[in-house]
């Protein structure tokens, strides 16, 4: 199993967005787990799961397992952990090292081939217990100044998380986001990035598409319903991308 975090600490940043289409295409071929560890719950509400449980993913902080808190979507090979809304991240200490125990115990890689975690726009112990088990890091991220900066804090946390855990450096990729190839602005900020951080790194951007904000309101992953939009288009090729590039990792 390859384990996919999405993350960027800046709010607004298609984390939630790039997550459910993400997994919804490789879906089609592929069996994956989506985990959301932002309270706000909007992985659920973007793929049209009605169901509140009590539980959620934050409640393996407080010692429950993840199988418990699985739950089917309308994607036959797509298995949600959707959030628990109600969960204080203030009121408790989270131990580091929790999602990994949960993987090793409950055999998770097992059962699927790919898993993505949405998480929150913090850099606090649940994103910090993502990235313990992260193979692969996408941070999305909007093509202006404040984009670069947040860029730089995300890659200084996933090193300092490496360092602390000794593990192996995860694969860490940049998708351009709500890019609009007519602002001068957006193509000097890519190209910047590129510059700074590697070609290799950088996907094809995802550009502004109104239907992807569209989306949550329709309770649907724009891919499943609108194939021939722009931002449908945009996410195929990057999961296209993606696959190439993590081929052997
Ligand atoms: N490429 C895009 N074009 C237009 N709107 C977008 C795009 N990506 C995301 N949005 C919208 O921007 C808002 C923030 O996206 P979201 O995925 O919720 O970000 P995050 O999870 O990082 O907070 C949402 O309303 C979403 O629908
Ligand atoms: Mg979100």
Do not use: W
Not at 102 to 124: G, L
Not at 142 to 164: C, D, F, R, W
Not at 218 to 239: C, H, S, W
Request: proline share 4%.
């Amino acid at each position: 199993m390859k384990t996919i975090v999405i993350s960027n600490r800046k709010g607004g940043s298609s984390k939630t967005t790039t997550s459910i289409n993400l997994a919804s295409i490789l879906a089609k071929k592929y069996s994956v787990l989506l985990i959301d560890l932002d309270t706000q719950g909007h992985c659920r509400i973007g793929l049209g799961v009605k169901t509140v449980i009590n539980n959620g993913s934050h409640s393996i902080f407080k010692g429950n397992y993840l199988t418990e808190n699985m739950i089917s979507t309308s994607l036959k090979n797509l298995t949600l952990v959707p959030a628990d809304e109600s969960f204080d991240v203030y009121k408790r200490s989270i131990p580091m090292g929790i999602i990994k125990k949960r993987f090793e115990e409950e055999s998770i890689d097992m059962f699927f081939d790919f898993c993505v975690i949405d998480t929150p726009p913090t850099y606090d112990a649940i994103l910090k217990n993502a990235l313990e088990v992260a193979d692969i890091v996408i941070i999305p991220t909007i093509p202006h100044y404040l984009g670069i900066v947040s860029v730089e804090q995300m890659m200084k946390a996933i090193y300092q998380t490496n360092i602390k855990m000794d593990k192996k450096m995860p694969f860490i990729g940049i998708l351009p986001i709500m890019f609009n190839p007519h602002i001068k602005t957006h193509l000097q900020v890519v190209s910047s990035i590129e510059k700074s951080f590697g070609k290799e790194k950088v996907f094809s951007p995802i550009n502004i598409d109104i239907h992807l904000a569209k989306q949550f309101e329709y309770k649907k992953p724009i891919v499943l319903f609108d194939k021939r939009t722009r931002g449908a288009e945009n996410y195929m090729q990057f999961t296209k991308e993606l696959l190439e590039k993590i081929e052997n990792i």
